[in-house]
């Protein structure tokens, strides 16, 4: 190589590497994949001087090619490495955004079902229900809207008795002339479950053993222990044979099996039109002692007025204040929580 030709060399081996900085520079520089994109334009294109020194090699001096070619296959891997090394910054940064666009956030808490359950009231027939069943008693109901007739009459409480007008009982109007007022009578909301004593000494022959949950309706001033509407279980027994001593028994293992031995329970004179002799039951409650039901043995007047034979048959049955019970044996001092429908009180039975 002549001392000219080796300078020209040079010079041209010089301008490779400036051209190689820039452009590497160019390349770490790009801020995003389009200006990554002019980088490479910019060093590789057409009309890149890189190109058109590729482009003389032909022209050059025999003795200077080799160094030229080499110097440009150099140059070509160090900007392909830095355009690769760019891409690969942008191509992480991109999957970074793409996993977090798509990201659950597991970080709160779950929420909880809240899931429903039995009323209270509904839980005590259940247990109390539970118990008689136990004993062999089957599970009956009535209907809510009754006629005097079944609620009074064959009860034994006439038309002009005091138990009849004492007991608040809400009526319901049937239009004069109807079918309905010529047939039924008068018409109103049960005060009681005992009329269902007699749809079923009516529909079914004895013996009967039988327990009938349901609501029953007072035009009653509302406190702390009366509500317009409450829940009673009636009970009937009708067979040969039965005597006060059943009667007794019965409640008594009832009260055992339910309350528990801790419980005193007592049985005082008391009267009802359609039991004789008639008792109320007590269940001490702290200091005091809180009637939660009335019974007695089924007077021979009712048994006639279904036209069983008071010779032959006899029966008891007592009505439970349900909401009472409950309160005894939950310890819920005022009846007005049952129908609050507070959560704070019904979650307390689940
Ligand atoms: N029906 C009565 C009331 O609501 C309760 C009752 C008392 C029911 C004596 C009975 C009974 O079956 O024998 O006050």
């Not at 890189?50 to 110097?71: D, H, M, Q, W």
């Not at 977090?100 to 079902?113: I, Q, V, W, Y």
């Not at 359950?117 to 259940?126: A, L, Y």
Request: hydrophobic fraction near 45%; glycine fraction near 8%.
């Amino acid at each position: 190589m002549d001392t000219e030709t080796a300078a020209d060399t040079d010079g041209i081996l010089a301008e490779i590497e400036d051209i190689a900085t820039l452009a590497v520079d160019a390349i770490r520089d790009a801020g995003d994949p389009d200006a990554l994109e002019a980088a490479k334009a910019a060093v590789y294109g057409r009309k890149s001087r890189l190109t058109e020194i590729r482009r003389s090699i032909g022209s050059l001096p025999k003795a200077a090619k080799p160094a030229v070619g080499a110097a440009l296959n150099k140059i070509n891997e160090r900007i392909d490495a830095a355009i690769a090394d760019r891409a690969a910054v942008f191509a992480a940064a991109a999957e970074q955004r793409l996993l977090e666009s798509e990201a659950l956030d597991l970080t709160l808490p779950g929420r909880r079902r809240r899931m429903g359950h039995r009323h209270v009231i509904t839980k005590v027939f259940q247990e109390i229900a539970d118990v008689f069943v136990g004993m062999g008693y089957r599970i009956a109901e009535g209907p809510e809207v009754e006629t005097a007739w079944y609620s009074f009459d064959a009860l034994n409480i006439p038309p002009t008795h005091p138990a009849r007008l004492g007991m608040d009982t809400i009526y319901v109007d049937h239009p004069a002339g109807t079918a309905a007022a010529a047939t039924e009578g008068e018409v109103l909301l049960r005060p009681h479950t005992s009329p269902v004593q007699i749809r079923l000494m009516e529909t079914e022959p004895p013996p009967l053993y039988y327990i009938v949950p349901g609501r029953v309706f007072r035009n009653d001033t509302v406190d702390a222990t009366h509500a317009s509407q409450f829940h009673q279980i009636e009970g009937l027994a009708i067979d040969r044979d039965l005597s006060f001593g059943d009667l007794a028994g019965t409640i008594e293992r009832f009260c055992h099996e339910y309350f528990g031995p801790g419980f005193d329970i007592r049985l005082f004179p008391d009267f009802f039109p359609f039991t004789e002799p008639s008792a109320g039951l007590e269940v001490r409650w702290g200091e005091s002692w809180l009637e939660i039901a009335g019974c007695g043995m089924v007077d021979p007047n009712v048994l006639e007025a279904v036209g069983l034979d008071p010779e032959q048959w006899q029966g008891f049955a007592w009505g439970f204040g349900v909401e009472r019970i409950a309160m005894l044996r939950y310890g819920v001092p005022d009846i007005r929580w049952f129908t609050d429908n507070d959560v704070r009180f019904l979650e307390r039975f689940t």
